[in-house]
Each structure stands twice: as structure tokens, then as C-alpha cells.
């Protein structure tokens, strides 16, 4: 993931399966620094999950995990520019493409209003940020 302009950009499209010319014209270092991409594009998105995991059992962890994640990292600042950006999805020339199952699916487009597990994870962050019930002083901040 990358981070232009204050957008973050999913990597670009590739063919599910280059041709032999393709690969050998492709050097080491070139596929070192692609599978460096992808791995650093799974990996962002991957946290995503975990924070909703985390804020999920908000009400179990210590007053000072809430605390450091409202105060200190500004969560749900974050969260905003990443719902704007939707990394989740991008457009290629067959259509638009979201980010399923770590690989990239061709939507309908009769479901391209139809939440990915990622876009849901993150609205289950928000609301579970401002909605949990373990802890009101969260509420109460913001």
C-alpha cells in the first residue's frame, strides 16, 4: 500500500497468469520488489482485521488500551481517510475489482455497492469504538 497524495493505492492490476515472456523478461530484483508490494498490501490489509479484532473485546482489555488507542493513535482518525480511499477496491479496464479473500475479484455491477469483509471490518471498528458499552468514559470523549 502506498500512500500518494494522502490516498492510500491498492497495487496495480496483473494478469492471474503471466506468460513465459513476461517472467523471463522479469528480473530478480523486480520480483523481489513485486512480491515486496503484495506482501506489504496483505500485510496493511490484514491489520485492519486485527484492529477490529482488538476493539471488539474492547470491555476485556485494560483502561489503558482504550485510552491509548482513542488518545494517543487517534483510531478513529485513521479510520476516516482509509473508508475515503478504499483501498479495498479499484477500477481496472474489465471493470471494478475488490479485494476479496486476499485476491483481487471482478464485481458485478449489480453488487458494487455490496460491503466487502474489509469495508464491514472497518465500519465494525467505528462502531465499536463508539458504541461499546464496557467502557462510557469512551463515549464521553468523543
Not at 2 to 13: Q, T, Y
Not at 19 to 28: K, P
Not at 123 to 130: A, E, V
Request: glycine residues 2%; positive net charge; contains cysteine.
Amino acid at each position: 500500500v502506498k500512500l500518494s497524495n494522502n490516498r492510500i493505492v491498492p497495487p496495480p492490476p496483473q494478469k492471474n497468469t503471466p506468460d513465459l515472456a513476461t517472467i523471463e523478461a522479469e528480473t530478480s530484483s523486480d520480483t523481489l520488489k513485486r512480491q515486496a508490494k503484495d506482501i506489504e498490501y496483505t500485510t496493511a490489509m490484514s491489520c485492519i482485521t486485527l484492529m477490529r479484532f482488538l476493539t471488539e473485546h474492547i470491555s476485556v482489555l485494560p483502561v489503558s488500551v482504550p485510552r491509548q488507542l482513542l488518545d494517543n493513535l487517534d483510531v478513529l482518525m485513521i479510520l476516516v481517510p482509509l473508508m475515503e480511499a478504499t483501498p479495498w477496491q479499484r477500477r481496472t479496464k474489465e471493470g471494478m475489482e475488490k479485494y476479496v479473500e486476499n485476491k483481487w475479484m471482478r464485481i458485478e455491477r449489480k453488487d458494487r455497492f455490496r460491503l466487502c469483509k474489509l469495508e464491514a471490518q472497518v465500519w465494525l471498528t467505528i462502531y465499536n469504538l463508539l458504541m461499546d458499552k464496557g467502557y462510557p468514559f469512551l463515549r464521553m470523549q468523543i
